[in-house]
């Protein structure tokens, strides 16, 4: 007698397969069950699946985030590669906050300019990113610039001082472009990173 799956296999394959579904509730709730189950294999494998829907990858991209298991880095890392999977690979990435994970992630922000990601790079503590995001503060689009310098401000690094003071004087014109940023300039958040650092100098 050849043995079947197990019903607890049966129930994993059918959540693999419920990630394709086309609707995003479904897609979702099958993440988070998944997730609680830690089916890690099942969510790497359909982290690389060229056959599967985007949305399904980005949603078991979260899920590896929320189970916490580090075999998920390296996946996770190539996953920046697809355009519909890196932010979610990105969230991920900064919850599990493993140290193979920083330089690629600087990389991807030097080759994006993601705003979001100078935030993670701020977030993450660690200096090594400093030099992008000086960079990134000739960023033609003024939201990296913000992010840019609010992360310099975190990371409290005096590299960043001459920059940051620079653009306190050319970077004045608000962002109304944004909500979250609307009147907000450049020059304004660069002041409050000035400080940080200084006050961490003390």
Known sequence: MVNGPTPNETDIEQLIQNLCSS???VRSAAALALGQRRAVEGLIKLLDDKKTVWDAAGDAAWALGEIGDLRAVEPLIAALDHVFVAGRAIESLEILHDERTLEPLIRYFERTMDPSVATVLGNWGDRRAVESLI???DNPNPHVRFYAARALGKLADDRALSVL??????????ILDTNSLRGKSVAYVAAKAIERIKSSLE
């Not at 003071?165 to 608000?174: G, R």
């Open 165 to 174: 003071e620079h653009a306190i004087v050319h970077d004045t014109e608000p």
């Open 23 to 25: 609707d995003r509730f």
């Open 135 to 137: 960079a990134a503060m």
